[in-house]
């Protein structure tokens, strides 16, 4: 399966619907229902997400989609979605993937000209951590750039990261494919400093999800 992915394509991560964890650990949620005239974050979140999407739009979500009850969510978003599985949608993706409106991309996918060379590559350089279960990422060509769209942003990390055998993978497929630019979420409001990775996590794009031409311009 090709996803299809233009500059028209709307992009927001991390919404983490149902999750009232995240609500302490980034102050930047707290605030936004504060200001809002809202009594619950997640209808905040729908509330956005419907004010710029419409049904005829596509959106690409990068992961950490839902927590818990905040499934219910899911059916009140406008356009037609892909989730690139993020570290908290195992476990949970399988559920998105029998919605109507919605495409999960669960794997590494490279929709460019050297995509077999570039996988064989990575297998001989890996093993088995190429089909590993949190190594999902879309990588395609839109315009002069070539774009790694993942959860995980490349080149960084924190000391430690549990993640880190598969993130070693993604960087070397970021690097092997000759990237330009890394669309992301994962890192909420903490920045990566990279100049090559535009984070899209909620935090980062005022809860609202953003036109990828935006992102490119």
Not at 109 to 121: A, N, T, V
């Amino acid at each position: 399966m090709k996803y299809s992915i233009t500059l028209d394509t709307f992009l927001i991560s991390d919404t983490h619907f149902g999750h009232k964890a995240v609500m302490k650990k980034e102050p930047l949620r707290k605030l936004a229902l504060q200001n809002s005239g809202f009594g619950v974050f997640d209808e905040l979140s729908v509330y956005n997400w419907n004010s710029v999407v419409d049904e005829r739009d596509a959106v690409l979500h990068l992961g950490d989609l839902y927590f818990d009850e905040g499934y219910k969510y899911l059916a009140r978003l406008n356009g037609s979605k892909i989730l690139v599985v993020g570290n908290n949608d195992i476990g949970k993706f399988k559920r998105v993937k029998k919605m109507d409106d919605w495409l999960v991309c669960d794997k590494l996918k490279l929709q460019i000209p050297e995509s077999k060379r570039i996988k064989e590559k990575l297998k001989a350089k890996f093993g088995k951590l190429v089909k590993n279960e949190y190594l999902n990422a879309i990588v395609l060509d839109i315009g002069s750039e070539r774009v790694m769209f993942s959860h995980f942003p490349v080149m960084n990390r924190k000391k430690d990261d549990r993640f880190c055998a598969v993130r070693d993978v993604l960087d070397e497929a970021y690097k092997m494919c000759e990237c330009s630019l890394n669309i992301h979420g994962h890192t909420h409001s903490k920045k990566t400093y990279n100049r090559f990775c535009v984070n899209v996590s909620c935090e980062e794009i005022g809860f609202t999800p953003i036109r990828l031409s935006e992102i490119i311009r």
